[in-house]
């Protein structure tokens, strides 16, 4: 009977939409695989798989800011600025003990990075001015506040013993997973949770896909939006606490276009820039492709260093239509 | 309820001289208003009247400029933004308030989700949508997008969303507007039941025969003043009528003519099918009136949008004039003449946020341009003929079409279409939230274009008025058309007979 | 012979200065091809520290014998050198280095010597005009930036020549053209604009030209560039001099790792690059009309 | 009488809003003229009003694409690909007469731009995807594809000849107006006319605040989008136009960056970002606002040059402050 024809068609359309990035991404794995043969090796695809780490995780706290409506184009600067400030922090020397130093240090990051996103988030509600120009605001405001602790230059751990402790987080592995690894499917996970099994969520989905419905439903929307601000702020200070291991240093330079990326892992993972949907694993997923297109740019020796972006933006498209022809045959 | 005894019953939610103005325009002058506990009040007037600035003042989703509102005789103010539903009060609005990207469930308990553990709970908030949803008879998925409902199916969402609320007082603010006769049929039979066991009911329509039925007592507005407040029994049709159009109202639909027989066929439907809507054949002489009815979701909408080519269809053919029309071109369709005006006016129809005139001529800017460019004069023109035609009646002429009353924007839309001067019009719910006086001249006009030579489809949940408007009416039942009635077989009880599937008839 | 694979890691082109780079690496690769037919040399060029570091992963998957790199900004890069030098291969730093520069990080240091590109600029201004009232374009707020400028300041100490204002430009034709239209604005007298690289002094010529300034005497840019070094040759007045700063060095580098590991010859160390002062008199040596830079 | 009060007053809120941006214009070129007395000299102004072109002119063009509720995140590139392609055009001596051959290189332009343009539109309208998506894939192509044209180096406009008769469409003047000037102005105009006054120009509102109300009313919505984007590369040619007289020449780095600034110049100036509304003489303001911030910044004399993207940031963001309190008074 067509009564039950619907659901089972409804289903079907569902899934295929998120599974979309899915099959870019395994579309990705065969391509490379066929570039490189280092390319499949779990080295490999572990190296990748740990530096899309500070991308997927910002793109996660993105993924609740677009889904609500917004836009944050702050998070490369403010990833500079955090770093700055964390680094400075634990070259004060402060604390004494280096562990006790460093667990400091992680505290204060993710104060401070939940203040940017609360920053953001009062400007732009409270202001009620677009979040693409509060938020292009803030990007200057923490960039050049960045270039100005490091008085052009950059800021560096100095504490050999306090690199020491720190560098297993990013190098460091737990049961033979890179801890970025571990860490981005934590956050992911907590994320999806947040999302899809709790209020909050709920109404972050409403209020992006429709204010006044929202609004009228009693749920107060900038308070939802505010929080989301701060959730992207979080997660700036997430990938802040992998990326300071990493390098050891920050510069006014850290970051640059960061915001950019992050948006777009948001977008190839499924989620409309118009609000109202957030597909939290499709955005991690959408990372992952990112990197991948440029691991297979580096891996593969024949194309001239001149076209690299052409060919990664030619890719980009490509996938994107291969995810819409599947969506659309369904 | 007997008059009587509302008499007796204690006041719930009373209104004190209230007034409100948007941006200096007055739309309530000094209205009074009480309701009484466990009674069915209907609140009528014309289109513009201020019903629903009445409703959401006393639902708190407007405040007034002045007056008192009294709520269990207690003064309140009361707090906005649907905050009111903790006080017991809540409303069904004339224009949705659903978000397109939710599901039935999750707009159905949207703001006050059930949680266990500051988990979301979403078996239990599933099993009640089910519930609230066959209560109403409605067979909506609750794991739907609201995006991929029909009007009608959003409509019975925002039933269940309100009765399910344990509510003492529901406003409803013309929740039959898109209903068919039985799905109404099954609404009322709850409604009973909830005043039965003590909820009040403020019900606002443009169905007289509705009123009649279901109401205890009836207050007319006109032009923002309260009229009258009165038991419903001691009134009927004519004089509510009356009360509202300040005059009196004569027959409500002109007298059929019988088109030619043997007029050109302008349109041909064989065979189309979508993907809901199977083998629907069709065909539509010149001046002809052609009625389609059917219950909710029998694929009507569907049917017609495949016909004027805003939605593909998988086989068939459609001939305009004999012309072949290719699937899912709207726009050849439109260069021969044909022209759908949809019923879904706030997604389809309009746009929210610009002007009357832009919308009046966004159908039909070329009629408007000089060379390359565009002559306002011209449109204002257009707009003050489409007012006089159409009666939009508005208190301030630069108004958004998303601000205007539910009735005036029909109107609006019904000009915009009527603009392109089409041959083949088909009008989905062509009165749909009209009041009787405007649904009068809506009548006699679709009326006097048949006589013009022009040919209508009417697309109508509303039974009598395809019984009086229509030489022939189509019946549909699940996609696809099983019955076509003429003449004298054109009765309530016959159609009813093939929308419910107890009778069906090889369609041609 | 076995094969041999070296990486070289470089910025991508966003200037002139890196697009330099760029052709240098490329043209050496091949001619290193050329000289060992068994050589892998593998270029690949990255926009930030983070990519670099990125690529510089990617290159050590494909297994190195050597790493040639000319880091974005040497510090943030210095873990990922480390990983790559514990594993055996020999790395060669050019231009840039870390705060830390020992042999757990390289083996041979080809340097490029930013604070001396300064520090000549500033001693030719010192002698040639000692009393100048100087406006100064810098470039990104990185540190070899903020070494030249530390560089330039040594240079004119103990002179008159004043510094009026310091901006920075981006190392970009645009910017530095809006820069110095500002500068033009707010100074009513300029004696000297150090811009300290080709590609901007592009844009504050021809901002000095349409504001019909005269009292500018010149203006000291610097790296090189077919088009300066002809202006130099030529005798162009407003372009006197250029501070030479090549980007052939990357070629440098590789030629001197690929002796290192073909041939065993022992280099190992600093190498260090002269800021060479470009004059009329010696700039046809350094003229190559070929070079996109 | 009230019937008669309103429409007096509704034409006061309309006004206001249409006015905020040049207000915060006034209330800059106040502050600039406190700032440093050279600020408000003519011969200063002139030089803002006239380097803005550039970004003003693409961001008439992006008025379009936003209006429809599209993004174009390609500009910047597009830039550096055009001018490239018009100077290597030039360079190739095809035509010996050096005006004939201006004029055939400024048709050339205009051919590439629209065509660019073209790419984007059906890629976004027939490939159905986000158009921010589809842009950030033909940004990469048009600046690989101009690294690539450049061999990451300059392209310079060879025959001294040519740069002498083209020079004055950027340094010269036109009634003691500096020619740039006049072109935006006349851009603005044209765009205008089209925007407010003709068919499409509805057509494009209407598809930018509803696709299905468009659709319904018989607009063919991917055509309009698509025009809406020929309309852009059109936009984009003019400001190429404009300069390749200025440097002579173009490089890998032209106009990065740019398309930020052409979407912040087209947001400040009222457009919203969700589409639906344009305000072109509002976006020409929001590019002289960008211009004379950046101004005023290198005209003080007491900021921090590394503090200076800080300042910049909260500028922008007091003068949103500014716009939006003046709105709400109404
Ligand atoms: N938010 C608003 N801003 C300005 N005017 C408004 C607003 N809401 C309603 N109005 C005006 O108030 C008047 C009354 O509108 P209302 O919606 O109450 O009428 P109604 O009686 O419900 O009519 P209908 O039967 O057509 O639904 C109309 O003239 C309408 O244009
Ligand atoms: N029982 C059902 N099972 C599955 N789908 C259904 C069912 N009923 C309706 N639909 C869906 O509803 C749509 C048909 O509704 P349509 O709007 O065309 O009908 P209608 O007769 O105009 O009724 P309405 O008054 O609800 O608009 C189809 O898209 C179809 O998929
Ligand atoms: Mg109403
Ligand atoms: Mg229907």
């Not at chain 1, 860490?183 to 996970?189: D, G, L, N, Q, S």
Request: aromatic fraction near 6%; charge should be neutral; proline fraction near 4%.
């Amino acid at each position: 009977m067509a009564a039950q024809a619907k659901p089972a068609r409804n289903w079907k359309d569902i899934d295929l939409r998120a599974v979309a990035p899915f099959a870019a991404l395994i579309l990705l794995l065969i391509v490379g695989a066929l570039v490189n043969p280092n390319f499949i090796g779990l080295a490999n695809l572990a190296n990748v798989a740990t530096r899309s780490a500070f991308i997927a995780i910002i793109a996660v706290g993105a993924t609740f800011v677009i889904s609500s409506g917004d836009l944050d184009l702050s998070v490369g600067s403010m990833v500079a600025f955090v770093a700055s400030l964390m680094i400075i922090f634990m070259n004060s020397g402060a604390i004494a003990d280096p562990h006790l130093m460093l667990v400091a240090a992680v505290v204060f990051t993710l104060i401070a990075g939940a203040a940017c996103g609360l920053a953001n988030g009062l400007i732009t509600t409270l202001g009620k001015i677009e979040p693409f120009i509060a938020t292009l605001g803030t990007m200057g405001i923490f960039r050049g506040l960045t270039t100005w602790l490091s008085q052009g230059g950059a800021i560096t751990l100095k504490s050999p013993e306090l690199q020491t402790i720190y560098r297993p987080v990013y190098f460091g592995s737990i049961l033979g997973i890179p801890v970025p690894i571990v860490i981005i499917f934590a956050v992911t996970a907590v994320a999806a949770f947040i999302l899809y099994r709790t209020r909050y969520g709920r109404h972050v989905v409403a209020v992006g896909s429709n204010r006044d419905v929202a609004r009228y439903s009693g749920i107060t929307v900038d308070r939802v939006r505010t929080i989301a601000f701060v959730i992207q702020g979080l997660c700036v200070a997430i990938a802040v606490l992998l990326y300071v291991p990493r390098l050891g240093s920050t510069s006014a330079t850290t970051g640059i276009l960061w915001e950019l990326q992050a948006i777009t892992a948001v977008v190839v993972g499924g989620t409309a820039l118009k609000g109202g949907a957030g597909r939290v694993w499709g955005t991690i997923c959408g990372a992952f492709i990112l990197e991948l297109v440029g691991n297979i740019m580096l891996l593969s020796n024949f194309i001239s260093e001149y076209l690299i972006s052409t060919i990664q933006g030619s890719i980009i498209i490509i996938a994107m239509l291969v995810q819409r022809s599947l969506v659309r045959k369904s | 309820m007997k008059p009587e005894a509302v008499d007796g019953a204690r006041t719930v939610l009373a209104a004190k001289r209230i007034c409100k103005s948007f941006n200096g325009v007055q739309v309530l002058f000094s209205v009074d208003f009480d309701l009484k506990a466990g009674e069915i009040h209907a609140l009528m007037g014309e289109n513009g009247a201020g019903k629903s600035t009445l409703v959401k003042i006393l639902s708190g989703f407007e405040q007034p400029t002045s007056g008192e509102i009294l709520l269990d005789g207690k003064s309140v103010k009361l707090p906005a933004n649907g905050a009111a539903e903790a006080l017991g009060i809540v409303i069904i609005h004339q224009e949705f308030n659903l978000a397109e990207h939710l599901t039935v469930t999750e707009s159905l308990f949207l703001g006050r989700e059930i949680t266990r553990f500051g988990m979301l709970d979403r078996k239990r908030m599933r099993a009640e949508t089910r519930r609230a949803l066959d209560l109403l008879g409605s067979h909506v998925n609750e794991n739907a997008l609201i995006s991929s409902l029909s009007v009608a199916d959003k409509q019975m969402v925002e039933i269940a969303k309100a009765i399910s609320r344990d509510a003492r007082v529901v406003f409803m603010d013309e929740p039959t507007a898109v209903l068919s006769r039985e799905e109404t049929r099954v609404l009322f039979e709850q409604v009973r039941k909830l005043r039965d066991a003590g909820t009040s009911f403020v019900f606002v329509s443009h169905k007289l025969d509705e009123v009649m039925e279901l109401t205890d007592r009836v207050t007319v507005l006109r032009d923002g003043q309260w009229v009258k407040t009165a038991p419903t029994a001691m009134l009927d049709g004519e004089a509510i009528a009356q009360l509202m159009v300040g005059r009196e109202l004569s027959s409500l639909y002109p007298g059929k003519r019988e088109p030619d027989v043997d007029g050109e066929i302008v349109l041909s439907v064989r065979g189309l099918s979508t993907g809901f809507v199977k083998d629907a054949s069709f065909e539509v002489r010149k001046g002809e009136v052609l009625g389609f009815s059917g219950l909710i979701g029998s694929g009507r909408t569907e049917l017609m949008e495949a016909v004027a080519g805003l939605r593909p269809r998988v086989a068939g053919d459609v001939r305009i004039n004999g012309a072949p029309m290719a699937s899912g071109d709207a726009l050849s369709a439109n260069a021969h003449g044909l022209a759908y005006m949809t019923k879904d006016r706030k997604s389809k129809g309009l746009l929210l946020n610009a002007g009357m005139t832009a919308n009046l001529t966004l159908q039909s800017l070329e009629r408007h341009s000089r060379l390359f460019y565009l002559d306002p004069k011209s449109e204002a023109e257009a707009m003050t003929r489409a007012k006089r035609r159409f009666d939009i009646r508005v208190r301030d002429a630069n108004i958004v079409a998303g601000r205007m009353s539910g009735g005036n924007q029909q109107k609006l839309l019904l000009a915009k279409v009527m603009e392109t001067e089409p041959q083949i019009i088909i009008i989905d719910e062509p009165t749909r939230g009209i009041d009787v006086g405007t649904k009068q001249q809506i009548y006699h006009f679709i009326a006097a274009l048949a006589r013009d030579g022009h040919t209508i489809i009417v697309v109508s949940s509303e039974m009598p008025e395809v019984i009086g408007l229509c030489t022939r009416v189509a019946v549909m039942r699940e996609g696809r058309i099983v019955g076509m009635l003429e003449g004298e077989e054109i009765s309530e009880r016959e159609i009813m007979r093939y929308a419910a599937g107890l009778k069906k008839q090889d369609a041609a | 012979q076995e094969t041999k694979t070296i990486g070289v890691s470089i910025p991508a082109a966003d200037h002139g200065w890196t697009a330099g780079v760029v052709y240098h690496a490329e043209r050496v690769a091949e001619l290193i091809r050329k000289e060992h037919p068994d050589a892998k040399v593998i270029v690949k060029t990255s926009p930030d520290p983070a990519s670099q570091a990125n690529a510089v992963q990617d290159l050590a998957v494909q297994g190195l014998d050597a790493l040639v790199i000319l880091p974005t900004d040497p510090d943030q890069l210095v873990n990922a050198i480390k990983e790559v030098k514990a594993a055996g291969t020999f790395v060669t730093i050019v231009d840039r280095a870390p705060s830390v520069l020992d042999n757990s990080v390289r083996d041979l240091y080809v340097a490029g010597n930013n604070p001396a590109l300064g520090e000549v600029a500033g001693q030719y201004i010192k002698a040639n005009t000692p009393d100048a009232e100087v406006v100064v374009i810098r470039g990104m707020p990185i540190p070899i930036d903020q070494q030249r400028q530390d560089g330039f300041d040594k240079g004119i100490a103990g002179s008159n020549v004043k510094v009026l204002d310091r901006q920075f430009g981006n190392w970009n034709r645009d910017d530095a053209f809006k820069v110095m239209q500002d500068y033009l604005t707010k100074y009513p007298k300029i004696d000297v604009v150090w811009c300290q690289d080709d590609d901007m002094a592009v844009g504050v010529l021809q901002a000095i030209e349409q504001a019909k300034r005269t009292d500018i005497q010149y203006v000291v840019a610097g790296a090189g560039s077919k088009d300066m070094i002809k202006r130099v040759m030529d005798g162009d007045k407003m372009i006197p001099v250029d501070v030479l700063y090549p980007p052939a060095m990357v070629g440098t580098a590789m030629e001197l790792t690929a002796a290192a590991i073909f041939n065993q010859v022992p280099v190992h160390g600093t190498y260090t690059l002269d800021a060479t002062l470009i004059t009329k008199d010696n700039a046809a040596a350094y003229y190559f009309p070929d070079s996109p830079f």
